[in-house]
């Protein structure tokens, strides 16, 4: 009887497991596993049924020249939205956790709200805001004498105007993490600071920031893998256009997929995409936690 008891015990931990490993193996492991198989067979419209083609579709993916732009477009945008947005954040977070009063939580909700608008209604929010004829921005840009901007038609601003959306979009999230960050920071570390004489650039110098490191690690994961699947914005604000200027990785996929019906090469697409996201965030990982603080 005790044995059995013993062997319930051992057991019970991996009993709670099941339903979230069940989750993920019907919905991440094996969705990965089944686009892994059929990126090597060639299966489109033309074909009734797959044809095995070993690594065809991977060579047929550098050798389309759309690729080569959806690729620079990914990189833009990735770089263009993760440092702004990590900046605002850690700005807007910093703000905030000063003693301000009852003020405080009004503009926590109000830098926290756009991230509870969903990431469709957020796109067509934008695509009348960036509107050339009866947007705002453009409104406001006609005051100061601005001439009006085809944004979401316009080859160079098209990709900016859902960079812009998207820190809009998510700075607020990063914020919350930055500022719970800060909270945990011991506060007698500012007073014996501040009692040797340094000003505020020092104690963000010296405390703040260094002290930041873990929580700065996972913000610029969550920002690489967030920037990396945009898919919303561009499908909704402007379905990769205007010649292909605004069109991203998983837009490229989904086009693939279900647009032209090839199958084959949308799944040699994603697992590229999952592989070189792995990569990516293992490199980082691994240089950025060789200069982050764990311990106070």
Request: glycine share 6%.
């Amino acid at each position: 009887m005790s044995s059995s008891r013993l062997n319930l015990t051992k057991i019970r931990p991996y009993l709670y497991l099941v339903p979230s490993l069940a989750l993920l193996s019907v919905f991440t492991y094996f969705p990965i596993l089944y686009s892994t198989y059929l990126s090597f067979f060639r299966q489109n419209v033309f074909t009734l049924e797959p044809v095995f083609d070993w690594f065809a579709n991977y060579a047929a993916v550098f050798e389309e020249p759309v690729f080569k732009i959806v690729v620079r477009n990914t990189v833009v945008y990735a770089l263009g939205t993760i440092p702004i947005t990590m900046f605002l954040a850690l700005l807007m977070a910093i703000l905030l956790n000063e003693q301000l009063g009852w003020i405080r939580d009004i503009y926590r909700v109000a830098c926290f709200y756009p991230t509870m608008i969903p990431m469709a209604a957020a796109g067509m929010l934008a695509v009348w805001l960036f509107n050339p004829g009866i947007g705002l921005i453009n409104h406001y840009l006609k005051m100061f004498g601005v001439p009006t901007i085809e944004w979401l038609y316009d080859m160079k601003w098209a990709l900016p105007a859902i960079m812009l959306t998207a820190i809009w979009k998510n700075f607020g999230y990063f914020m919350l993490i930055y500022l719970a960050g800060l909270q945990n920071i011991p506060g007698e570390l500012y007073e014996s600071a501040s009692i040797e004489g340094c000003g505020f650039w020092s104690r963000l110098r010296y405390i703040t920031l260094p002290l930041l490191g873990p929580t700065t690690v996972f913000v610029v994961i969550q920002g690489i893998i967030t920037s990396f699947q945009v898919f919303d914005l561009v499908y909704v604000m402007t379905q990769g256009g205007p010649a292909d200027r605004t069109n991203v990785f998983v837009y490229y996929i989904y086009q693939n997929a279900f647009r032209f019906w090839d199958f084959g090469q949308a799944s040699a697409l994603t697992v590229m995409f999952v592989i070189v996201l792995l990569i990516l965030v293992f490199i980082l990982t691994r240089f950025m936690e060789r200069r982050v603080h764990y311990e106070v």
